[in-house]
């Protein structure tokens, strides 16, 4: 018996944008749970809830002052154990998030901490004294723009903070801390929560020496969904991140989840060397069970460098499990990320959830992903998110990939998410995508999505084989999920215009039960109009 997470479909939910139900323009738990019937509906087999504890909102949750309470903008406790029940009841696991490396600038470990140098946290965040000249301690940046030190003068020194000002970075060097982290987490696998998100996981150490940031050249300068001008890109991050310790705290984790069978862990990283940090973190057994990867999560879209990223991953992740995604809270949508002409195209959409549910490891699916929703625009005036209010107009943040789920069409107030005005416009455009119109179509992407669902659930194959890819040209990418005795080949057409695949083993089952791939196969040769998709058991 496979455990529940290898090959699991887990739904994200940005709770502040999902669905309000008291009329406050922000959406929150019981919002959720009016809606769990829906997640059901949709065939996902867990639901990780982006941060919903106690915090002043600076970045939206990531910012926590109190790791074991619900920000009343949600709710409460009762509200959360409701929740579990109710989808437990459905049989949907839930994953929280846990954002263990930083907590907010309210949090009262931290105003103890800034008070003076000698106090009970004196140690618990990263302070260090200025240089002689009163500049910071050393290059290091923070990922949301500027230096990465923030003056105290109560204490008359500088703190670290990788986030933004009001994220003091947690001192992990501190055995205390590392204790005092990993109570917080315990006190959620108490309440029967199914396993944890790990926002940032790899940042809880720094290099205790703070050694200097190398350079790096403008040809080696990527974004990784941060903007390309954002100076942070301009350095190596060898030394504010990815240290050799935390892979003792990753083990701890690990231990602390072994006491609440068949709990799991998700560990969010994005390091120098991400694939290679992933298969570090989930290897032996003893860490994480799940990287989640952001590589599928820029700009790249070929079937080279998806070919390329997923192999690669294969190959380094010997034990290690996989979890893959194409959107999320914090980068662009997928179906205007990836959009070829600049609109979005509901034949692609259908095509990136087949692929995303066919390809090895788990899947991580997005608030709205289920709609093919395109990025909204927002304008300067209604942004929310700091990252996109510094380094705007370059980059415009991620608020765009944040906007209420639109659950009514036609005319509904704020398309069903609240009848107060929301926190973040409804894109007007998503209000003709909304769950009520797509419901109703047969041929939706939404009821696409619940196809492949299904399909993926399925076959066996597609949750536990093994992954080959075909060495195919541009814009065709097919692979082989292969378990036991079963082979089940896997044909996807990246572009708008029709293709030609060549088959080169036999079919033994084609799966024409499928009503959306747009594929037909004549002798070996398979005719893909624009993209299209195939599946067939082949030997
Ligand atoms: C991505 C997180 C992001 C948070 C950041 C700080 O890394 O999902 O939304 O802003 O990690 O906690």
Known sequence: QQQWYKGAVIYQVYPRSFQDSNNDGIGDLKGIINRIDYIKSLGVDAIWISPFFKSPMKDFGYDISDYRDIDPIFGDLNDFDELIDQAHKRDIKIIIDQVLSHTSDQHQWFLDSRENQNNDKADWYVWADAKEDGTAPNNWLSIFGGGAWQWEPRRGQYYLHNFLTEQPDLNFHNPDVRKAVLENVEFWLKKGVDGFRLDAINFCY?????????????????????????????????????QPENIEFMQDIRALLNKYPGTVSLGEISSE???????????????????????????????????????????????????????????????????????????QCKMLTALLASLRGSVCMYQGEELGLGEASVAFEDLQDPYGITFWPNFKGRDGCRTPMPWEGNNTQNAGFSAAKPW???????????????????????????????????????????????????????????????????????????????????????????????????????????????????K
Request: proline share 3%; charged share 20%.
């Open 424 to 538: 973040l416009p409804v894109d007007s455009a998503h209000t003709q995508q909304a769950v009520s119109v797509q419901d109703k179509d047969a041929n939706s992407i939404l009821n696409a999505y619940r196809e492949f669902m299904a399909w993926r659930k399925q076959h066996t194959v597609l949750l536990a084989g093994d992954i080959k890819f075909i060495d195919t040209a541009e814009p065709i990418l097919a692979f082989y999920r292969t378990l036991n005795e079963q082979t089940m080949l896997c044909v996807f057409n990246l572009a708008d215009s029709n293709q030609t695949f060549e088959l080169t083993k036999t079919v033994t089952e084609a799966h024409d039960s499928l009503s959306h791939c747009n594929a037909t196969l004549d002798g070996n040769k398979l005719n893909m109009s624009g993209f299209g998709c195939y599946f067939a058991f082949v």
């Open 273 to 347: 060397d991400s694939l290679a940090t992933m298969a570090e973190y989930t290897q032996g057994g003893d860490k994480l069970h799940m990287g989640y990867s952001f590589e599928l999560l820029t700009d790249d879209y070929s079937s080279e460098y998806i070919r390329e990223t997923v192999q690669t991953l294969e190959q380094r992740m010997t034990e290690g499990w996989p979890c893959w995604a194409f959107s999320n809270h914090d980068v662009e949508r997928v179906a205007s990320r990836w959009s070829q002409n600049g609109e979005i195209n509901p034949a």
């Open 206 to 242: 720094h290099d205790a020496q703070l050694r200097d940031n190398p350079a790096k050249p403008k040809d080696k300068r990527q974004g990784r969904g941060f903007s390309e001008d954002n100076p942070y890109a301009f350095q190596y991050h060898y030394y504010n991140n990815t």
